[in-house]
């Protein structure tokens, strides 16, 4: 059983005029039955997957129709199920804990069926990211206590990568053309982030001034968005470019920046942290415009990605705490 409240989060944005949310946006709030704290993370064309805690303390997971029809779900040895990703498809990826608290990649296919995803020798494992062919990339944790990438292919061939110098390697996002992007940590304990595209070529880099860089999100046009830390402990949004020019930027009352989702329109979701502490959504357009928002009845907002789809005229979604510290789901549309 988990009882610890989880928050999984982080930002992003980029230089730009701040401006407050239009009247004409309107907000959806969702929950599940049971729900205390609901965590949307994924969203495509107007389908939501996520997961979310009871009140009983325990994790499972959701998705969420464009209609708003809300099914519920674990895998048969859960003790805790965590959603990661989901494709255009309706095919969601994540992971479960099991009575050990060892994590355990699986899948689950549109029709309900949920399919372990088990590297060799594996000990724990992680999927994070699916693409619209089937493709799943993840991590995972070896009998010898290594960390290591992974990519599978629709059929369950499993593939691992690992990167020079590393003690541990995480990832998190793919677009559809196989590139993934995600950090990794070096033997002095550093933290770097990478892409590596479908061919296997692994690039690193940091933003100037990092000192710990964590990208979150890869679109297709292969623009990597995430936030680093500076040495003063503040932490900044920033996009790389495929070229790999990288240009850092901060919400408007910003002491610290997060983001967290990145749509094919170079639109990136997240949060910012302002001088009283309180956390606020922001949306931030290609051209550099930073729209800040806060749901009704919010005291604390949290967004997590866009939809690439036009079909919700690329709505966003995230979670808000209200005055009881619960936390709702929420759609934001245009």
Request: hydrophobic residues 35%; negative net charge; charged residues 15%.
């Amino acid at each position: 059983m988990l009882k610890t409240r989880i928050i999984c989060c982080a930002a992003l944005a980029t230089l730009g005029l701040g401006l407050p949310a239009s009247a004409k946006t309107t907000y959806t709030t969702f929950d599940p039955p049971q729900s205390m704290y609901t965590y949307p993370i994924s969203i495509q064309a107007g389908a939501i997957a996520g997961y979310f805690q009871d009140n009983d303390g325990y994790i499972h997971g959701f998705v969420r129709a464009a209609g708003g029809t809300i099914t519920t779900f674990d895998p048969p040895a859960s003790n805790g199920t965590y959603i990661t990703g989901m494709n255009g498809d309706g095919t969601i990826v994540g992971y479960y804990d099991d009575s050990n608290y060892l994590g355990h990649a699986f899948l689950r296919a549109p029709d309900g069926t949920m399919t372990d995803i088990v590297p060799n020798n594996t000990v724990a494992s992680y999927a994070y990211s699916i693409d619209q062919k089937g493709d799943i990339a993840g991590y995972y944790k070896d009998n010898t206590a290594h960390w290591h990438g992974f990519v599978r292919k629709p059929g369950g061939k499993i593939k691992a990568f690992d990167i020079a110098g590393a003690s541990f390697i995480l990832l998190y996002g793919m677009n559809k053309g196989g590139d993934i992007t995600g950090f990794y940590r070096d033997n002095a304990d550093v933290t770097h982030g990478y892409v590596r595209t479908a061919d296997g070529t692994i690039t690193t880099f940091d933003p100037s001034g990092s000192t710990f860089t964590s990208p979150y999100a890869i679109n297709d046009d292969g623009t990597a968005a995430g936030y680093y830390m500076d040495n003063a402990g503040a932490a900044h949004g920033f996009a790389r470019a495929a070229d790999g020019t990288i240009t850092s930027f901060d919400a408007p009352g910003a002491i610290s920046t997060y983001a967290q989702g990145l749509n094919n329109a170079s639109e990136i979701a997240g949060y910012y942290i302002d001088s009283d502490y309180a956390a606020h959504g922001f949306v931030r357009s290609r051209a550099g415009k930073i729209t800040t928002f806060d749901p009704p009845n919010s005291t604390g907002t949290w967004a997590q990605t866009v939809d690439s789809s036009a079909v919700d005229h690329h709505a966003a979604i995230g979670f808000y705490d209200d005055s009881s510290n619960r936390a709702h789901g929420y759609v934001r549309s245009k």
